[in-house]
């Protein structure tokens, strides 16, 4: 298991551009909590790409990393 992972979203931004808030970092933490609550302790950023879609690079604790490798 690697330890960054990247997901692509075209959408999230495209529609809410006028929000006084980045609605990406909203899914960011979203992202987040579901992966915790999977005991997959991360950090979850999103970053705009010169497409104009937004990617949330997944960064997983060493931890997951460790226990990913005991069980394979």
Not at 2 to 27: G, H, K, M, T, Y
Request: proline share 7%; aromatic share 6%; net charge neutral.
């Amino acid at each position: 298991m690697p330890r960054r992972s990247a997901v692509q979203d075209p959408l999230v931004n495209a529609f809410i551009s006028s929000a006084p808030v980045n609605c990406a970092a909203f899914v960011a933490g979203i992202i987040r909590g579901v992966l915790e609550a999977s005991r997959f302790p991360a950090q979850v950023t999103a970053h705009d790409n010169e497409e104009g879609a937004t990617v949330y690079l997944i960064k997983f604790d060493p931890e997951v990393l460790q226990r990913e490798k005991r069980q394979s």
